[in-house]
């Protein structure tokens, strides 16, 4: 249904990661650099993987606060894990089996407490980091394992894993959104919910599949992260949902649900990633890095907000063609 | 001093509905005009687009040779433009004078609300209408019909008032009430405002307005004086053409089968039990007032609401449903009412939400979706059902709301349905779609689908019907054959919940 297409939205989105390759770049020569664009990749690695889930969970009209407490707590106990002398491959799978039943949790809270996501998922986020803290009791937990560091450091093509890994998953959950069953059902249930229960769907197992896989993609995120660590740390990971949250709205993602795709989420990310580092780039104090992020937040904010505008008016002009 | 509200060319589009269509015309002072059409015709529409509350799409006002714009109803009032809803918009807390002068209160020294002041001035205007209230009396200690008098007075209160609309100001009221309201409207008529009057009671159109003003779809008929005019006059001008013929000409040749769908004790926590037979190629109407419960029987046949008690039994087996999914798979299917939030997929286009219900069968085991399948579909339905869309990838949302709901019946006929239930399915549409769904189900039945047709139209429900089952009060309150069928025994049925033997 969704095609891949170069259209308005995109190319204001290239326009504005131009635009801040070139402030920054003027601002500091080393920011075109060929390191600090893989460290941009690097940086939107773990954010991506949780933008993914966004994507998917908020056009089902949903969302999700708890990434960045999960992505933590995901970290530790693989890090705890392995250090008890589990073998790498059963920690990664334990740990992203961990991170499903959060995900399931999520998905009990909104379909059958019904509460708001936004809500059920803050309960989530306060829990999850709590056990992440309790789980090794408040000290990072060094990693010794060497497969496990080996996820953090290794290169192919002199770009890091967790990029790759990231890419992969873009891939292919932009497809499975794009082309299959389940994809078209999220869109579906995130236009109209009631409309598509009674056109036969199952907006609970969608939403719950949803957030299962947000669980899954933060457990990796949380594994690869602790890798490049060196250690699973239970205070990571503060605001990642935020970041990942004003990438996959920038992308062209709407908060009324229903509307976004794969590409746009991709571009979000980069957009985002480069604005961060560039900050940190150009030495702005991490205080005002906060503020300027909010910044970012509400313009992405505004600008869904005009690109809604926008399309009720097209809809309500095109459709008087019709009549 | 003499007024004239003058419409000139307004429009108001909504995304697929011309709500109001190139309406022109003029209201004098001194007239009481009435607006006079079918639920939908465009008369609220109208006055919330004079007053600021909805933006026409075009068109202008012009007020006394002064064209107005107004941005909100309350710079409306500003400039002397009331309108008198249905709903109380008034303050239940304050008194009679706080509402009159809300926002405006007289004010003494250091700027301190002078309410003895406004007390003198509200029991002046109280006078002056002859009610027996008090400005100190708080407005959730008067009827309603007071409290209706009190939103007159706080438009009655300003100098300029010039406009005063009032949308179906009787719906609540008793007969005296109504007696004291017409009163004072003959009073502000004497005193030269322009008075409009948007009711569907022909007798009090007949006792209270000079004329009125026809609508029909969205467009704006013709005024009559209303004393001249006969009542069947008026009602064919804002019907527009006779409908009769249409049920005359349909093709309702067919044989009626073996039972189909046996529906035993069926309840809801919005239904009582309620049983019936639906036989195959018979079109079983559905017909009580709203709220009798008859699109609640049909939600709980087919889990969109948790069946409390009862059973389904399909082609003679008895059948679990829990969700509409599970419907679908055993081939009853609905057409909800509200098409807007229950029918469409708003964000999808004209073959997606033709495809939606089809998702299992046209992917792959991988869930991959066969978009060379969907195409098919899409055209097929779009042919089959003659749907105006420019292309099928069109939004459906752009449609018209004959198409839009041409859409969802031919999602559902795509499933190929044993039982097919239609909820409302001309509510909202034009004449001409009209005709053409009557059609469809003719032909639908003819093709041995069982259909249940529910519908708050007399008219159609008797001219489509085999037989007719009549709710009210959440149960089946009696059953009547095509050939007993008449307005009065399915209303007696559906509002004493039997038949008067004459």
């Not at chain 1, 407490?113 to 060094?142: D, H, M, N, W």
């Not at chain 2, 259909?451 to 009060?473: A, F, N, T, W, Y």
Request: proline share 3%.
């Amino acid at each position: 249904m969704k095609k891949l297409k170069i259209n308005g939205d995109k190319l204001v989105l290239v326009a504005a990661i131009v635009a801040v390759f070139i402030l920054f770049t003027t601002l500091n020569s080393n920011y075109l650099s060929l390191t600090n664009i893989i460290n941009i990749l690097i940086a939107a690695s773990l954010v991506g993987l949780v933008a993914i889930g966004h994507t998917y969970l908020i056009i089902a009209g949903q969302n999700d606060l708890s990434p960045g407490s999960l992505a933590a707590f995901s970290g530790v106990l693989a890090a705890t894990l392995v250090s008890y002398g589990v073998p790498f491959v059963l920690t990664c799978l334990i740990t992203i089996v961990a991170g499903m039943l959060v995900g399931l949790c999520n998905a009990f809270m909104v379909n059958k407490i019904k509460l708001e996501a936004f809500i059920a998922t803050l309960v989530s986020q306060s829990v999850i980091r709590g056990f992440a803290y309790i789980l090794c009791g408040g000290k990072p937990v060094a990693i010794a394992d060497p497969t496990f560091l080996l996820l953090g450091k290794l290169r192919i093509l002199n770009i890091p894993l967790s990029v790759w890994i990231m890419l992969l998953c873009i891939v292919v959950f932009g497809i499975v959104l794009a082309k299959t069953k389940f994809g078209r059902s999220i869109y579906a249930i995130g236009g109209s919910k009631e409309a598509a229960r009674l056109a036969g769907l199952n907006p609970q197992q969608i939403i719950r599949r949803s957030f299962l896989m947000m669980g899954a993609l933060c457990a990796v995120g949380g594994i690869i992260f602790s890798a490049r660590m060196n250690s699973g740390q239970p205070a990571a990971n503060v605001n990642l949902e935020f970041d990942a949250i004003t990438a996959v709205i920038l992308g062209g993602v709407s908060f009324a649900g229903g509307v976004g795709d794969m590409g746009g989420t991709f571009l979000g990310i980069i957009l985002i990633q480069a604005f961060n580092t560039g900050l940190t780039m150009v030495n702005v104090p991490s205080f005002w890095q906060y503020v300027a992020k909010g910044g970012l937040l509400l313009f992405a904010l505004a600008t869904d907000y005009v690109r809604k505008q926008r399309r009720e008016k097209e809809l309500l002009e095109l459709s008087m063609k019709n009549l | 001093m003499e007024h004239v509200l003058e419409f000139q060319h307004i429009s108001k589009y909504f995304p697929g509905v011309k709500a109001l269509d190139d309406v022109s015309f003029k209201a004098y002072s001194g007239e009481v005009l009435a607006f006079l059409g079918e639920n939908g015709a465009g008369k609220s529409t109208l006055l919330k687009t004079l007053n600021g509350d909805y933006q026409p799409t075009s068109g202008k006002y012009i007020l006394d040779g002064q064209e107005k714009h107004f941005k909100t109803p309350h710079e409306a009032i500003e400039e002397g433009i009331s309108i008198i809803y249905q709903e109380r918009q008034i303050l239940l807390e304050l008194s009679v004078a706080e509402n009159i002068y809300l926002g405006r209160m007289p004010l003494g020294r250091f700027g301190i609300i002078d309410t003895t002041k406004a007390n003198v001035m509200a029991s002046k205007i109280i006078e002056d209408f002859g009610l027996p209230i008090k400005p100190e009396t708080k407005v959730k200690d008067l009827s309603i019909a007071y409290q209706q008098m009190v939103e007159i007075m706080k438009a009655y209160s300003r100098d300029n008032l010039k406009v005063i609309a009032f949308d179906e100001p009787t719906a609540s009221l008793s007969d005296s009430e109504i007696e004291a309201l017409f009163k004072i409207i003959r009073k502000l008529k004497s005193e030269g405002k322009i008075i409009i009057y948007v009711s569907h009671r022909m007798e009090e159109i007949e006792e209270i307005t000079d004329k009125v003003a026809i609508f029909k779809d969205g467009h704006y008929v013709d005024t009559v004086r209303t004393g001249e005019c006969p009542q069947s006059e008026m009602i064919r001008m804002m019907v527009g053409r006779d409908l009769g013929d249409i049920y005359n000409n349909l093709d309702r040749d067919k044989t009626i089968g073996d039972v189909l769908l046996e529906v035993r004790n069926v309840s809801s926590d919005y239904v009582k039990p309620n049983s019936f037979v639906l036989r195959k190629g018979e079109v079983l109407g559905f017909s009580g007032l709203v709220g009798a419960g008859r699109t609640e029987l049909m939600r709980a046949i087919i889990g969109a609401d948790k069946m409390k008690t009862g059973e389904v039994i399909l082609e003679g087996k008895k059948t679990e449903i829990h969700s509409p999914h599970d419907a679908m798979k055993q081939g009853i299917v609905l057409v909800p009412e509200d098409r807007k939030l229950q029918g469409i997929i708003s964000n999808f286009s004209v073959a997606d939400n033709i495809n939606i219900s089809l998702l299992d069968q046209h992917s792959d085991r991988f869930g991959f979706v066969n978009e060379k399948e969907e195409k098919k579909t899409a055209e097929e339905g779009i042919r089959k059902f003659s749907i105006k869309t420019p292309s099928p990838d069109k939004k459906i949302v752009e449609l018209s709301g004959g198409n839009q709901q041409k859409a969802i019946v031919a999602r559902w006929l795509s499933t190929d349905p044993k039982v097919l239930i239609l909820d409302e399915p001309t509510k909202g549409i034009d004449v001409g779609a009209k005709s053409e769904f009557y059609n469809m189900i003719c032909k639908f039945a003819k093709q041995g689908i069982g259909v249940i047709l529910i519908s708050s139209e007399l008219p159609e429900v008797i001219g489509l019907s085999d037989r007719i089952i009549v709710m009210k009060g959440r149960q089946i309150s009696g059953e009547i054959s095509r050939q007993e069928a008449s307005e009065t025994n399915l209303l007696s049925l559906a509002m004493i919940g039997k038949v008067e033997k004459s």
